[in-house]
């Protein structure tokens, strides 16, 4: 006899959401479409969509493809476990982490934040971590992940002095974060300070195959190409989505100072907002246009959407060096976090603690760009 009573409750809270989610829809595209123009909006928006399909998402997709092919030849021959091997000296140093966690941080760099999740989840290579230690590779292989990419991209773009300086800025990121994240755990659970995954064997983990050069060499290509197809599509969702609405909020109308319903125009508003505290943006990250907000917010969801927007600074020319070197670091850093540390933990069986991996990561990707920015400008001195 409750069940009417209950079902009734249950569609009382559906339908409060529903009002809810319409009226603020309502009211963000209304305020657009009032400002714009609904026909111009609408325009606006499908032409934007296009042109980042069309001049940036197959951009990227090349980008991804050859860089995939390259790296998959880099793990065959063995250059990725020579890297390897010169960067243990540091991982227990600044990171507090086994030699062994430079191979997950490597794999991040070449490809995305969950590969460092399936490393972790390979017993021969979770066993040389403490249970904390490896709850926070979450943090530490999501500061590098799509690194390589994002390097490429901005080198693409003019700027590869800038990405390199922009790389060093995410790896003291990486640093804030990770250490962070593992104070938190340790006080969250101070039992998992001494629980050792147990022994291992670091040559069982091995990405040789077994088969003759020239056919090593065409898979490795192949496939590694076949993986940069298949990142390239699963940015196309957050380039198309994530970069439309965040153009239509950050660029201006056109020079005429009409809408017409092109692409790339809008209202304006991530930019208002920004100069309210632009002294605090140009003073941490160097930047003296409130636009370029856009490209860190936009990172929080996914750092190929953000590159997303690179092009389209550079063509108005408000973006130089220390811009693109604070963008490579807090791209890198943040790459997505928000949209992949729940899964990523989940996987660990440690979602409890996906405000703290978010919180550390946060504060890592804002040191990113803190250290970028002052790196630059020491490098600038010295160039």
Sequence with gaps: ?????????????????????????????????????????????????????????????????????????????????????LLKPFMRPFYNLPGVAALGGLLTFLSDNPAIIAMAQDRNFSRYFKKYQLISLTNFGTAFGMGFIVIIFMAGQGFGVAAVVGLFGSFVGSVVSTRLMQRSILKQHPELANEVEGEGDEQKISFRSEQGLFLRILNSLLDGGKSGVELGLAIIPGVLVISTFVMLITFGPSASGEYTGAAYEGIALLPLLASKASIVFEWLFGFHNPELVAFPITALGAVGAALGLVPRFVSEGIVDGNAIAVFTAMGMCWSGYLSTHTAMLDSLGYRSLTSKAIGAHTVGGLSAGIAAHFMFALVSLVI
């Design 1 to 85: 006899m409750f069940k009417p009573l209950s079902s009734l409750k249950f569609l009382t809270r559906r339908s409060i959401e529903a009002v809810v989610f319409l009226a603020i829809f309502f009211a963000i595209f209304g305020l657009v479409g009032h400002k714009m123009g609904m026909a111009n909006m609408m325009n606006t928006i499908m032409s934007t969509a296009f042109r980042l399909l069309t001049d940036t998402v197959f951009y990227i997709m090349g980008i991804t493809v050859l860089t995939g092919a390259l790296s998959k030849l880099l793990i065959e021959f063995g250059v990725i476990r020579l890297l390897e091997v």
